[in-house]
């Protein structure tokens, strides 16, 4: 079955890097992605990784794939207050026509 | 290129009562899909239209139903609203051109008193 794990809470210090981790647990996960939440708002897409990857860097983030521990992690470089939010980690079988499975989500706080 | 729109933003219904959530996807997305988000959890798949049929269903009881409109706009309907229905409802859209891609409406909060 597919199930994806996220820790709750991350506080991080403004400038500081910040790693939000996620495992999941059905090997057959082609798509990986990471969206985020902001209050009272809907989710926005940041950044996706193809199974057959192992790192992808886009700006500020950086997703890092480890298939074989199933774990995947974000790494936001030069955390911004603007940064705080609930961030979502959500496998796929396939492509944007199958169902996302999300974990609960990290809420990340960042300290001026 | 706009965004895919949600309406209404916020409603309240009465337990037993009927309510229609409503999804324009963004320009060119043919594939719509609904999601539930309960208080401090993350999404649950509905379902998902494609080009105006079924395509795909999660594991929600048949009193959630749906339609796609030719324009790939799509409205979520659940029937006898019970107190836990009380959430967040997300859709979102992509296209055949983009597979990778779902991207998220702002979302219909729904209270059920």
């Known amino acids: 079955g597919e199930d994806v794990e996220q820790s709750l809470f991350l506080s991080v210090r403004e400038g500081d890097s910040s790693v939000i981790n996620c495992t999941y647990t059905d090997s057959s996960s082609t798509y990986l992605y990471w969206y985020k939440q902001e209050p009272g708002a809907g989710l926005q897409l940041l950044t996706y990784?193809?199974?057959?990857?192992d790192m992808k860097q886009d700006q500020r983030l950086t997703v890092l794939l480890n298939k074989k521990d199933k774990h995947l992690s974000l790494r936001i470089a030069d955390t911004q207050t603007g940064d705080s939010a609930i961030y979502f980690c959500?496998?796929?079988?396939?492509?944007?026509?199958?169902?996302?499975?999300f974990g609960k989500g990290t809420r990340l706080s960042v300290i001026a | 290129e706009t965004g895919v729109t949600q309406s209404p933003t916020h409603l309240i219904k009465t337990r037993g009562q009927q309510v229609t959530l409503r999804c324009s996807s963004q320009?060119?997305?043919?594939?719509v899909s609904w999601y539930q988000q309960a208080l401090g959890q993350g999404p649950q798949f509905i379902f998902q239209y494609y080009r105006e049929e079924e395509n795909g269903r999660g594991n929600f009881p048949p009193r959630f139903s749906g339609l796609q409109f030719p324009n790939y706009s799509s409205e979520l309907n659940v029937n006898a609203l019970e107190l836990d229905d009380s959430a967040l409802y997300l859709c979102?859209?992509?296209?055949?051109?983009?597979?990778?891609?779902?991207?998220f409406g702002p979302g219909t909060r729904l209270t059920v008193t």
């Open positions: 990784i193809f199974s057959n990857m």
């Open positions: 320009s060119g997305h043919n594939t």
């Open positions: 959500a496998e796929s079988m396939s492509s944007g026509n199958t169902p996302l499975v």
């Open positions: 979102a859209s992509s296209s055949e051109r983009d597979l990778d891609e779902q991207y």
